[in-house]
């Protein structure tokens, strides 16, 4: 089911091609390439123009899984929105994802139906109860105290962590299956060979037999407990990917690859995992952390899978507190100055002031970003930092540690004095000594 206005395309391709698509998996050697159709999807519902449809896929008792795929910054629910508004108000024609779903299990709340598990698989810590905060919040708006009760004790939320790079498709890739592989596919989708999913087992009407996939390559772990798992790929990958892609766009790369190839961002993001990140990090199981941070650079340097950094710049005022934020309030509250953290929210904060070194104009994908007017309170503040790291909401209270403000304010002057890559330079060489 798609729910947002641009997903209108991606469902009159699968239903021209009947929900097959071809996933392209492309390793660091250029012939470690697997290609499969894949058959899973039997109907794509744009739920715009079919709502009805929508609603009673949700309500049938065969429907026991909604996973949701909603980004980041889905969860910023603001209840005054617009859409979120009209379907408080239009339970039989919503718009937005926490309608659809909500309307739907009071649907089934009212048939004396078996709830959904509701499923969220987005890069946010603890995403199964981030995403039940936000679905309560919504049924509460609609002052329907079984309803309520319904989903607080009926419905669960399992909280999940999917680990795999997926560029969105481009029309390279369209090119690319069609001449290799020579398959016609308006929709390919081309990832890495890595692959991880690890799940809360808490699902309230049954599931498949996942555990059948733990030593397959599909690398699924059933676990109680999700959380150090999620802190461990949130703190790691997505804040690297953070921390690398606003100071690779402005010293002009155009894919993650040649970011990660460049000497200096490769021991900029070394040093972010080894000596910020990491010593935040509870204990894993079955994981080897060294280990994974190899992998992690390994897979940041493929450069078959065409990452673009725009790609990873959008929503970074979603993205930054829930990846990098929470790594920098724990080391100030332990004492410790996070060198390479103030570097990642100085080059953002130099990305927000809306032209790149070349006075390229820089397109802001990030409706938080701009519901907070940051491009404005960037370019009119420049090179000060301070009214922007006072965002709670984005910064927590890191902006009165005067230490780390400063370092972040002396990273945003030197890209506007000296550029990206002498400042890049500079802050590698000023790291202070680890003890």
């Keep these: 089911v798609g729910v947002r206005s641009f997903d209108k395309p991606m469902s009159e391709v699968m239903k021209a091609q009947n929900g097959l698509y071809t996933l ?18 039997i109907r794509y519902i744009f739920a715009p123009d079919e709502p009805e ?18 980004t980041e910054s889905g969860y910023d629910l603001d209840m005054n929105n617009a859409d979120i508004q009209h379907d408080l108000k239009n339970a039989e024609k919503p718009k937005t994802a926490f309608g659809f779903i909500v309307h739907g299990l009071d649907a089934r709340r009212r048939a004396n139906e078996k709830p959904f598990t509701v499923m969220s698989c987005d ?12 679905i309560l919040q919504f049924a509460k708006g609609l002052n329907n105290a079984e309803l309520v009760e319904y989903i607080e004790n009926k419905v669960t939320f399992p909280n999940a962590m999917v680990d795999r790079i997926t560029p969105a498709t481009t029309d390279a890739d369209r090119k690319y299956v069609r001449s290799h592989c020579g398959i016609a596919d308006e929709w390919p989708v081309i990832t890495e060979p890595f692959v991880q999913w ?14 059948l996939l733990s030593s397959s390559a599909y690398n699924v772990l059933l676990t109680e407990h999700v959380e150090a798992y999620e802190c461990m790929k949130m703190r790691l990958l997505n804040a690297s990917h953070t921390g690398m892609c ?17 000497k200096q961002i490769e021991i900029y ?18 994981i080897d952390l060294e280990k994974y941070k190899r992998t992690l650079v390994e897979r940041f340097s493929n450069p078959h899978i ?7 710049c959008m929503d970074g005022a979603s993205k930054f507190p829930k990846f990098l934020v929470p790594t920098i309030v724990e080391q100030l509250k332990r004492g410790n100055y996070p060198h390479f953290s103030a570097l990642a929210v100085g080059a953002w904060i130099r990305y927000l002031g809306g032209s790149d070194e070349q006075n390229k104009p820089i397109t802001l994908q990030d409706p938080l970003a701009v519901e907070l007017k940051l491009s404005e309170l960037a370019e009119k503040t420049k090179p000060s930092a301070k009214e922007i790291l006072s965002i709670n909401q984005i910064f927590d209270t890191i902006a009165e540690n005067t230490q780390f403000a400063e370092a972040v304010e002396k990273v945003v002057g030197l890209l506007y004095k000296v550029g990206s890559k002498e400042t890049l330079q500079q802050w590698v060489n000023e790291a202070p000594t680890k003890k």
Excluded at 54 to 70: E, F, N, R
Excluded at 198 to 211: A, K, T
Aim: charged share 20%; glycine share 6%; net charge negative.
């Design 123 to 134: 890069n946010v810590q603890q995403n199964g109860e981030v995403a039940k905060k936000c």
């Design 198 to 211: 690890v799940i809360e087992d808490n699902f309230c009407n049954g599931r498949p037999p996942l555990e």
């Design 53 to 70: 449809n929508a609603l009673s896929v949700l309500v049938h008792p065969d429907t026991k899984i909604v996973s949701m795929t909603i």
């Design 246 to 262: 606003y100071i690779g766009h402005l010293m002009g790369y155009t894919y993650i690859h040649e970011i990660m190839l460049d």
């Design 306 to 312: 065409k990452d673009t950094a725009l790609r990873v």
């Design 24 to 41: 392209v998996t492309k390793g660091t050697d250029e012939n470690d390439v697997n290609v499969r159709i894949i058959g899973s999807l």
């Design 269 to 286: 993001i070394e040093q972010l995992m080894n000596n910020e990140v990491t010593p935040t990090l509870p204990p894993v199981p079955g």
